[in-house]
Nanobody, 120 residues
């Protein structure tokens, strides 16, 4: 079993900043990548940012230059620093983990989601 515990969401005014955290625990031997997705009401879940174990990052075009993803491999934790927030960033943000157990079993887990609301 794997647990992903997210924190850091909330209400912020446009132009403000928030930092999301996601801590992974459980039967994790190695993590290939972790990422943040978001889902706004009536829309599909979309990738916001991802980071591999080697530190390679990728971002949705809509957040490039405003969001930064980072990770602490020792703590199995991934962060999303969000700056210059816009009302269109309002969504439930989900953490995602792609890894495997010591036996080589693949792991693909989602966090419970944390609400981010940006007021205009």
């Amino acid at each position: 079993q794997v647990q992903l515990v997210e924190s850091g969401g909330g209400l912020v005014q446009a132009g403000g900043s928030l930092r999301l955290s996601c801590a992974a625990s459980g039967s994790i031997f190695s993590i290939n990548a972790m990422g943040w997705y978001r889902q706004a009401p009536g829309k599909q879940r979309e990738l916001v940012a991802g980071i591999t174990s080697g530190g390679t990052t990728n971002y949705a075009d809509s957040v490039k230059g405003r969001f930064t993803i980072s990770r602490d491999n020792a703590k199995n934790t991934v962060y999303l620093q969000m700056s210059s927030l816009k009302p269109e960033d309002t969504a439930v943000y989900y953490c995602n983990l792609d890894g495997y157990t010591r036996r080589g079993t693949g792991l693909y887990y989602w966090g419970q989601g944390t609400q981010v609301t940006v007021s205009s």
